[in-house]
């Protein structure tokens, strides 16, 4: 079982930036994919990024480089650097994570989620 808490989420004006946070516990946190994920209100949660056990990355094309995930396995913490933010990044943030050395960027590949941490960016 793993345990997965986002933190770092809140309001932002357009334009600016923000690093969420994803901290694990209760297994080996190396032996991971990590994902961040977001939802916004009345939309189907999309992927945003995804890394591998060894750092492997993957964003969504969509956020054209605005977005960076990253991870510090000495922490077991996953991290996502968001910069240039737009009103249409407004949604809530979750992190996901499934025992494997690859990585994956469909939400029902992850095995467990943290419950999610409110981004809104204001114009």
């Known amino acids: 079982q793993v345990q997965l808490v986002e933190s770092g989420g809140g309001l932002v004006q357009a334009g600016g930036s923000l690093r969420l946070s994803c901290a694990a516990s209760g297994r080996t946190f190396s032996n991971y994919a990590m994902g961040w994920f977001r939802q916004a209100p009345g939309k189907e949660r999309e992927f945003v990024a995804t890394?591998?056990?060894?750092?492997?990355?993957l964003h969504a094309t969509s956020l054209k480089g605005r977005f960076t995930i990253s991870r510090d396995n000495t922490k077991n913490t996953v991290y996502l650097q968001m910069n240039s933010l737009k009103p249409e990044d407004t949604a809530v943030y979750y992190c996901a994570a499934k025992e494997s050395m690859a990585y994956y960027t469909n939400s029902r590949n992850y095995d467990y989620w943290g419950q999610g941490t409110q981004v809104t960016v204001s114009s």
């Open positions: 890394i591998s056990w060894k750092s492997s990355t």
